[in-house]
């Protein structure tokens, strides 16, 4: 029975085919555009998810002098260490400071500028990037950098790049320059769902003078509390202003940053509301829209379905032959809607300003979702 089924659901197909094909291509283009949104919103709200110390970040801002009621994410070098000393509840603290550079040079071949971060040693404490190949003591030298791979497969293909050279024109002052010769010490692997993008990392406490920075704090910690001792005891600000202490949740709000870093991920509220209510619209419309070319075509079926039951068919069998009619075409859609998927993530990427792979969609977080869908 169930081949006599087939052979009937594919026979109606090709009777029916501008019915077959409009209600699948809908279909797919619902469930492609459904799960890239889904995927979006999904993605933002795991930003650090696998991150073991997440809930114990601490993001600093302070006022900034200049403009009256906001807030600059800064503390200046030797503050984060003065702190430590004072409040037994800080278990570490990590500052974030790039730098302007001209040009890179590598293999003799000038190239642009990438994002190289001055961090300190505890770096990895916060951020659980596993290296490719390399260690961690790159950070005792800091003539060494640590290199993201992606960076690393543009600069050397995929010869190993330890102890290969990279030059750099560094800007120092309004119009000088400075040349540095960073030696690879290591690679990181790729990491999905980062609130730090970087392409190098170096560690080079002489040449810090302050920046973003992240404290580590038990996760029960009162940071309100903290916040008004930091103000009591008046630690070193910008002309006078006091500290503020977010969470890592807030620390990736838009809504809570007036500064953009490029080496920050920054959580778009509003797109992401945006995108979810998208998402369920076009979900909703693609599934009307299938339900009705279906509903069109099983009533033009009908005399043939009384047909069948006068051959013998049961009423049992005129169901599955129904359901194994939407179960296929749904299938044939969603097989469709994932290479679709595939094809348009690129330029999906560039529109809403994110970076994640095709893997991503296969992942324990996602694709339980979108087989949901």
Same mark, same amino acid.
């Given at each position: 029975?169930?081949?006599? @089924?087939?052979?009937?659901? &594919?026979?109606?197909?090709?009777?029916?085919?501008?019915?077959?094909?409009?209600?699948?291509?809908?279909?797919?283009?619902?469930?492609?555009?459904?799960?890239?949104?889904?995927?979006?919103?999904?993605?933002?709200?795991?930003?650090?998810?696998?991150?073991?110390?997440?809930?114990? $970040?601490?993001?600093?801002?302070?006022?900034?002098?200049?403009?009256?009621?906001?807030?600059?994410?800064?503390?200046?070098?030797?503050?984060?260490?003065?702190?430590?000393?004072?409040?037994?509840?800080?278990?570490?603290?990590?500052?974030?400071?790039?730098?302007?550079?001209?040009?890179?040079?590598?293999? =003799?071949?000038?190239?642009?500028?990438?994002?190289?971060?001055?961090?300190?040693?505890?770096?990895?404490?916060?951020?659980?990037?596993?290296?490719?190949?390399?260690?961690? =003591?790159?950070?005792?030298?800091?003539?060494?950098?640590?290199?993201?791979?992606?960076?690393?497969?543009?600069?050397?293909?995929?010869?190993?790049?330890?102890?290969?050279?990279?030059?750099?024109?560094?800007?120092?002052? &309004?119009?000088?320059?400075?040349?540095?010769?960073?030696?690879?010490?290591?690679?990181?692997?790729?990491?999905?769902?980062?609130?730090?993008?970087?392409?190098?990392?170096?560690?080079?406490?002489?040449?810090?003078?302050?920046?973003?920075? $992240?404290?580590?704090?038990?996760?029960?910690?009162?940071?309100?509390? &903290?916040?008004?001792?930091?103000?009591? +005891?008046?630690?070193?600000?910008? @002309?006078?202003?006091?500290?503020?202490?977010?969470?890592? +949740?807030?620390?990736?709000?838009?809504?809570?940053?007036?500064?953009?870093?490029?080496?920050?991920?920054?959580?778009?509220?509003? $797109? $992401?509301?945006?995108?979810?209510?998208?998402?369920?619209?076009?979900?909703?419309?693609?599934?009307?829209?299938?339900? =009705?070319?279906?509903?069109?075509?099983?009533?033009?079926?009908?005399?043939?379905?009384?047909?069948?039951?006068?051959?013998?068919?049961?009423?049992?069998?005129?169901?599955?032959?129904?359901?194994?009619?939407?179960?296929? @075409?749904?299938?044939?859609?969603?097989?469709? @809607?994932?290479?679709?998927?595939?094809?348009?993530?690129?330029?999906?990427?560039?529109?809403?300003?994110?970076?994640?792979?095709?893997?991503?969609?296969?992942?324990?977080?996602?694709?339980?979702?979108?087989?949901? &869908?």
């Amino acid at each position: 029975m169930f081949k006599t @089924a087939l052979k009937l659901i &594919f026979r109606n197909w090709w009777r029916n085919k501008t019915f077959t094909l409009i209600s699948i291509l809908s279909l797919t283009v619902g469930i492609a555009c459904t799960a890239l949104l889904i995927s979006f919103v999904s993605y933002e709200y795991g930003i650090e998810k696998d991150n073991p110390n997440r809930d114990k $970040l601490v993001w600093v801002m302070q006022d900034m002098p200049s403009y009256p009621g906001e807030k600059v994410a800064y503390m200046r070098s030797g503050v984060p260490e003065q702190l430590q000393e004072k409040y037994p509840e800080m278990e570490g603290f990590l500052q974030l400071n790039s730098f302007g550079m001209k040009y890179i040079e590598v293999n =003799n071949q000038h190239l642009e500028p990438m994002e190289i971060l001055n961090v300190d040693a505890s770096f990895p404490e916060f951020f659980p990037f596993e290296l490719l190949y390399g260690s961690w =003591n790159a950070f005792h030298n800091p003539q060494s950098i640590v290199l993201s791979e992606k960076q690393a497969q543009k600069f050397f293909g995929n010869e190993n790049a330890l102890g290969k050279q990279i030059t750099v024109c560094k800007e120092d002052g &309004f119009s000088s320059e400075k040349i540095i010769v960073y030696t690879v010490g290591a690679v990181t692997k790729s990491r999905t769902q980062s609130a730090i993008i970087f392409d190098g990392l170096v560690c080079d406490p002489e040449n810090n003078w302050g920046g973003p920075t $992240l404290l580590m704090m038990p996760v029960h910690t009162d940071r309100s509390r &903290f916040e008004e001792k930091v103000k009591k +005891d008046r630690i070193p600000t910008l @002309a006078g202003g006091q500290y503020y202490f977010y969470s890592f +949740d807030q620390s990736i709000s838009s809504t809570y940053n007036q500064q953009q870093l490029n080496y920050w991920h920054y959580k778009k509220n509003s $797109l $992401l509301l945006v995108g979810l209510i998208s998402a369920i619209l076009v979900f909703l419309t693609a599934v009307f829209n299938y339900v =009705n070319m279906s509903f069109s075509r099983v009533l033009q079926q009908v005399k043939a379905l009384h047909t069948q039951k006068l051959m013998g068919a049961r009423e049992s069998d005129v169901r599955i032959q129904i359901f194994a009619d939407t179960f296929l @075409a749904v299938l044939i859609s969603f097989v469709l @809607a994932i290479l679709m998927m595939h094809d348009l993530l690129p330029v999906f990427n560039q529109v809403v300003s994110v970076d994640f792979s095709p893997g991503y969609f296969y992942s324990k977080d996602f694709y339980p979702i979108l087989i949901l &869908f």
